[in-house]
């Protein structure tokens, strides 16, 4: 074998992934010997339209001219989105989609495969994985979402198959719907959705999905497939126009996630739904599957090797993949709970559903479709010419003039806790940055609850002092901005190096004793705090409640009590870090006593006319842990007792923690806890850009937007956002001083003088 180009290559699965692979390599090298093994006849097919991407085409358009040319006979192609919902229909275009149905898509790569040699086998099972490995040169796992080769050797892919919580069926219908169509229906037992899309000049493919429990409440579970799709058809009369659904092999089944941490095996490699999955509702397995062939082509012809072939395919598809799963996600989730959203405004629930994936934003949809957008920013209430992050927004006796908030960041720079000239320039700069809430650092209450010996404190009247010298800055240099401060209390993950020297690693030397509501450990090295005794939990208290009246003497316009990321109040509301056997440990309630005694305590000696808010971590990102159910009601007990909002943060509370990354990746756990309580939520996590802001504003997934590592980039983050949106008003202004720099500087000309002439030879 040359082993940068097989010769033998065997191919499983004649789905579109499967068939594409095998005309892209044989098309590459007519030497080639590619079979393809299909389990089910040449004219079996599963579901009905298969959507592709502009981008997708490009591809297919570049790499092989004649399926490209092909398919653009047979698409189908639209530009709307219709959102359908309490008998009104909210339409936006510019989106660009084109579909084909499945079965036509499959006729023209087989006639592809036949005119260039592949042996397709129909109704044939392939070989034993082993078998083909030994025989073929390469061998491609395209045999779908229950892929028998992958399970052949998951001791080596170590696949993850995670199920959900909505029912779904696959039909069609006889007429082309003319946009992209998302409908609700609400019913006695629950939220229903069709979400349907043509695919030829007379069908179109028409998915029906709830959630679990409204389908048994429906009595789904007890009628056969034709009662069922008979039943759909009259929920959902109006979209389809009166018109039947019909079947092609369809069944109600849950969606389900499949990721593999190894996609290669010797020359075994997976494709498509074999490797991964992505849900329907943000575009086609086809659509991945068809990018993972000509990558993997291409890295075929690329590469010296096959194993250096397949780990770069690897490489070059895993985020993309990756990056595609998250997105699907939060979609596949958003519609989970798309009971907690049909009571916005109509046309802020269209909004909401179309960026409900995080990948569609306020500014792209702005281009595409810039009435529709203004159209929501009106019912928002949106002044004329003004971004959604520039409306203000209150809490208690504080309105804060827009809504970015500089989250609260560790400076590990005091000196006996006190803070000195560092934070006075890194707190006022951010504040004359633009941004309507700056907030402090975590501010500890006692010497011993310091995470390190570089944090701050309001602990003794120097601390104070220091601290009164800041706000005054703030009040007087940028007036309108607000300036909170964040109190907590190390617990079990106190006494540690400075950040950059190593986090939560233990001192070398000089340690204090820690307390904790149990005497676990963070880490394994890490030192073992002593399990709090009722005494000591009063005198915690004590030590909230003096540095909270030193808070307000300093002149602070909002307080946030920490009980998140493990430090001593998460301590006490997560069950993996709280085994206590009294009335502070147990059960959710019982956990939440000790944190609830000090909000109370706080708010007890915190004027009456300035905000508290609330930092917790929504989930452990562990088993066992904090889930999104316990945040809600820790939510809402916080806002029983008086809380003004909830800053949503996530994880930090076991070493152990595995947390799903991604752009905004929290935020859903904030727009969960909002709409399922009430309360204002402030959103934090990989919020990295104004376009995410004024999405998650628009959207009513938060109240104000949070951001740490931005404003570490650029203090001035919160003016150049409005610079760059063209925005000046009173949502953001700048210092008097700096207003020469309110427009972007010139840069050197990148134009070239266009030619006037063109010369004949």
Not at 233 to 239: Q, R, S, Y
Not at 486 to 492: D, K, M, T
């Amino acid at each position: 074998m040359n082993p940068r180009h097989p010769l033998r290559v065997a191919i499983i699965g004649g789905g579109p992934g499967g068939l594409y692979a095998a005309t892209l390599l044989k098309r590459l090298d007519p030497a080639r010997e590619v079979t393809v093994w299909e389990r089910n006849a040449a004219d079996d097919t599963f579901g009905f339209g298969v959507v592709l991407s502009d981008e997708t085409l490009g591809g297919i358009e570049h790499a092989d001219p004649p399926v490209y040319a092909a398919l653009q006979q047979h698409f189908t192609r639209w530009d709307d989105i219709d959102i359908v919902h309490r008998d009104t229909r909210h339409t936006s275009g510019g989106h660009g989609f084109a579909a084909l149905g499945r079965k036509r898509l499959l006729e023209i790569l087989h006639t592809r495969c036949r005119n260039l040699g592949v042996d397709l086998r129909f109704r044939s099972e392939a070989p034993y994985p082993d078998w083909l490995a030994g025989t073929y040169d390469l061998v491609v796992a395209a045999d779908g979402v229950n892929s028998t080769t992958r399970e052949a050797y998951a001791h080596v892919f170590r696949p993850r198959v995670t199920g959900h919580h909505c029912r779904y069926i696959w039909l069609a219908t006889d007429f082309p719907f003319d946009a992209f169509r998302f409908e609700i229906a609400e019913t006695e037992h629950g939220v229903m959705q069709l979400h349907g899309y043509p695919y030829s000049g007379d069908a179109s493919t028409v998915i029906v999905e709830m959630h679990e429990n409204v389908w048994r409440a429906a009595g789904f579970e007890e009628l056969d497939t034709a009662e069922s799709i008979d039943r759909c058809a009259k929920i959902f009369a109006v979209a389809l126009r009166g018109r039947p659904l019909r079947s092609n092999k369809s069944a109600w089944t849950t969606f389900r996630t499949v990721t593999n941490e190894r996609w290669s095996h010797g020359n075994v490699v997976l494709l498509g739904d074999a490797a991964h999955t992505a849900h329907f509702s943000i575009g086609s397995g086809t659509k991945l599957a068809v990018e993972d062939a000509l990558a993997l082509a291409a890295c075929l012809e690329e590469q010296p090797s096959l194993d250096k072939a397949l780990t770069a395919y690897e490489e070059e598809r895993k985020p993309v993949v990756a990056s595609t799963q998250r997105a699907a996600r939060a979609s596949l989730e958003w519609f989970e709970n798309l009971g907690l959203y049909v009571d916005q405004p109509p046309r802020q629930f269209a909004f909401n559903l179309l960026t409900r994936s995080r990948r569609v934003t306020h500014d792209n949809l702005r281009l595409r479709d810039a009435r529709f957008t203004g159209s929501v920013e009106d019912e928002f209430g949106c002044p004329p010419g003004t971004p959604p992050m520039f409306t203000p927004f209150r809490l208690r006796g504080l309105t804060l003039r827009n809504r970015v908030v500089v989250s609260p960041m560790d400076m590990y720079s005091a000196v006996d806790g006190v803070p000195g000239d560092f934070h006075l320039v890194h707190l006022g700069a951010r504040a004359l940055g633009g941004a309507g809430l700056v907030m402090t650092e975590m501010v500890c209450v006692s010497a011993e609850g310091r995470i390190t010996p570089g944090c701050t404190g309001l602990y003794t009247g120097k601390q104070a002092d220091s601290w009164r010298r800041i706000t005054d800055f703030v009040h007087t240099r940028s007036p309108g901005t607000a300036i909170g401060v964040q109190l907590g209390h190390s617990g079990r993950k106190g006494s540690t190096r400075l950040m950059w020297e190593g986090m939560d690693e233990p001192l070398p030397e000089g340690n204090w004793p820690l307390v904790a509501p149990s005497p676990l450990p963070y880490k394994p090295d890490s030192q073992t705090p002593r399990e709090l005794t009722r005494a000591q939990l009063t005198d915690i208290r004590e030590q909230f409640t003096s540095a909270a009246w030193r808070a307000a003497r300093a002149g602070f316009d909002l307080l946030e009590l920490h009980c998140a990321h493990g430090y001593l109040l998460s301590g006490f509301l997560s069950p993996l870090t709280n085994r206590r056997t009294d009335g502070y440990g147990g059960s959710l309630e019982k956990r939440l006593r000790f944190p609830l005694e000090v909000f109370d305590a706080v708010r007890g000696v915190w004027p009456e006319e300035k905000p508290m808010t609330v930092r917790i971590s929504a989930t452990d990102w562990a088993d066992g842990g904090t889930t999104a159910e316990d945040a809600v009601e820790i939510a809402r007990a916080f806002a029983a007792h008086g809380a003004d909002a909830i800053d949503v943060s996530t994880g930090q509370v076991v070493a152990e923690e595995r947390p799903e990354f991604g752009r905004s990746y929290q935020t859903p756990y904030a727009d969960r806890i909002r709409r399922a309580t009430g309360v204002p939520v402030i959103a934090v996590g990989a919020i990295s850009s104004w376009d995410d802001v004024n999405s998650l504003i628009l959207a009513g997934r938060a109240d104000l937007c949070a951001l740490a590592r931005p404003h570490l980039y650029d203090p001035h983050w919160t003016l150049h956002a409005a610079a760059e949106q063209g925005y000046d008003g009173p949502g953001v202004v700048w210092p008097a001083p700096y207003r020469a720099g309110s427009r972007r500087p010139r840069t050197g000309r990148t134009d070239a003088p266009k030619p006037r002439l063109t010369l004949g030879s």
